[in-house]
Every structure is written in C-alpha cells, then in structure tokens.
Nanobody
Framework: QVQLVESGGGLVQPGGSLRLSCTAS????????MNWHRQVPGKQREFVAG???????NYRSSVKGRFTISRDNTKSTVYLQMNSLKPEDTGVYYC???????WGQGTQVTVSS
C-alpha cells in the first residue's frame, strides 16, 4: 500500500476557492492513477475527480468547470483546485490511490457564510 497525506481543507465562503494537496509515499508515483472522493455524514462516499498516470482527467458532473485535478510527479503530489465553491461541496475530502487501493485520512472542507 501507499501512504497518502492530504492537506488544504478549511472553511470558505460560497464562491470562494481552496486547493487540496495529497502527497504519496511512493517512488513510482508517476505510474499511479489518483482520485479525490468526498463524504458527508449519512451519505456514501462519492467520486469527485480522477487523473490517470497519463494525465487524463474525469469529474463528477456537479463539479465540472469548477474543480481541476492535476498532478506533479516530481513531488509525488496530486492536487484538487476547487473554485466557485457551493455549500453542497461541504464534506470530508479523501485522496485515493486507485492503483493501490489506498485511502488518505481525509481533510474537511466547509463552505458556509
């Protein structure tokens, strides 16, 4: 398994932005497919965005045009840039290594005025 450490969550007003980071303890990070998921209490964890080793990205429909997933293989890090945040984006955001089946510990994102 690979160890994943997220950072960058916090409290932001509607319309604001946050950038989440997830750093992996993996020498061959460039070979890994990485995702971001989120979960709110009482609901199932849901896919938010993913990026393949080749850089192909995909998003859930509700975040398309607002969120951008990217990766820096030199830093073994995947990012989630979140713009135009809405209250319904509130939740715990988890980094997931699809290639290894490993989850990070999660970081809280709260969108509220």
């Amino acid at each position: 398994q690979v160890q994943l450490v997220e950072s960058g969550g916090g409290l932001v007003q509607p319309g604001g932005s946050l950038r989440l980071s997830c750093t992996a303890s993996e020498s061959f990070f460039s070979n890994l497919a990485m995702n971001w998921h989120r979960q709110v209490p009482g609901k199932q964890r849901e896919f938010v965005a993913g990026i393949t080793s080749g850089g192909t990205t995909n998003y859930r429909s509700s975040v398309k045009g607002r969120f951008t997933i990217s990766r820096d293989n030199t830093k073994s890090t995947v990012y989630l840039q979140m713009n135009s945040l809405k209250p319904e984006d509130t939740g715990v955001y988890y980094c997931y290594c699809a290639s290894r089946g490993s989850w990070g510990q999660g970081t809280q994102v709260t969108v509220s005025s």
